[in-house]
């Protein structure tokens, strides 16, 4: 598979994740970015925006094994994982794996769970596998997970693990539609129908599990010149040094960004990065990954607005 290929098979996906998804193309774009580059994505929204919707269309449209977890106070490591359960009749353990042995997990409510049982996402967002009762299971190797998370509410949730938020490519903030993608969802949603319904759409599976691990082997072999390492270092090196930054991004981050800006290359038929493909995905993928230092949250910054500076002020190569 070439990079041509990537970009058909992409804009074939984007196409399918339309007919039931009006708007959130900005959504959709990096949830396809993160695919290719092997990440994860984490929606934050208020309710009612389609982030659980975009998911279930996005991975019909994949064709590819899809878990869901509900979170939620009272669910346990084992919920999530599976456990070895004896069987009275055969006199023996049997394995009952969990939902997240899939391709793509849709982890619902994320932050509603807490930090014990989130913590059984680490090993298989990092690693691919999970390991209960002293066995190490391996996951899909393109398993991703999409979660999402209400920024409204605050009782009743648990704020993510600065180890979980560090494992997520990206963090994207889902906004509400304009005016005429509205009336376009009003349309289309408000209906007889039932609209939770995604077969009524009659999105179609564009690829499989070969199909993907190809495109991510081309995606690795993507170009990545020493000039936009650099400023990918320089970029995160500032993210440390920012006087309105306590926490900066580690080192991770910047592989990831890397990693992520050559997807994004593919998606756009390139097989070379250029700096913009790294100005794009700066803000989504550091967003998470740095704490305002005291005197910028007194100050009221946004967090997004920091790393936006800091890649105005960051020399790009030429």
């Known amino acids: 598979m070439n990079v041509d290929e990537v970009k058909a098979l992409a804009n074939a996906i984007r196409e399918e994740v339309a007919k039931a998804i009006t708007g959130q193309h900005d959504t959709v774009d990096l949830m396809l970015t993160a695919l290719f580059a092997g990440g994860h994505i984490l929606l934050e929204g208020p309710p009612g925006t389609a982030k659980t919707m975009t998911a279930r269309c996005f991975a019909q449209a994949l064709g590819v094994a899809y878990g869901r977890i509900q979170f939620t106070p009272d669910l346990m490591p ?36 807490p930090p014990k049982t989130q913590a059984a996402l680490l090993e298989a967002m990092q690693e691919h596998a999970v390991t209960f009762d002293g066995t190490t299971h391996p996951l899909s190797k393109n398993f991703m997970v999409v979660a999402t998370q209400n920024p409204i509410e605050h009782q009743g949730v648990y704020p993510l693990p600065e180890a979980q938020l560090d494992r997520f490519l990206f963090k994207h903030r889902v906004s509400y539609p304009d005016l ?37 082997a081309t995606v690795g072999d993507v170009t990545l010149v020493d000039d936009v ?77 920091i790393v936006s500076d800091l890649v105005d002020h960051t020399e790009a190569p030429r």
């Open 229 to 305: 390492v650099g400023y990918i270092a320089a970029l995160v090196r500032g993210t440390r040094e920012s006087p309105d930054l306590e926490v900066g991004a580690s080192p991770r981050a910047g592989a990831m960004l890397a990693r992520a800006a050559r997807a994004r290359a593919a998606l756009d038929g390139r097989n070379y990065v250029i700096p913009d493909d790294v100005k794009a995905l700066a803000v989504p993928a550091l967003r998470h990954r740095v704490v305002l230092s005291p005197a910028a949250q007194i100050d009221g910054r946004l967090v997004e607005q």
């Open 78 to 113: 084992g919920d999530i994982v599976g456990s070895n359960i004896y069987n009275f009749q055969t006199g023996q353990f049997t394995l009952t794996r969990g939902p997240i042995f899939c391709d793509l997990l849709l982890a619902d409510e994320i932050n509603r769970t």
């Open 180 to 216: 005429k993608e509205e009336r376009a969802i009003i349309v289309h949603h408000g209906g007889g129908s039932a609209s939770h319904d995604i077969g009524q759409y009659g999105i179609k599976a564009q690829t499989d599990r070969k199909a993907l691990e190809a495109a991510l």
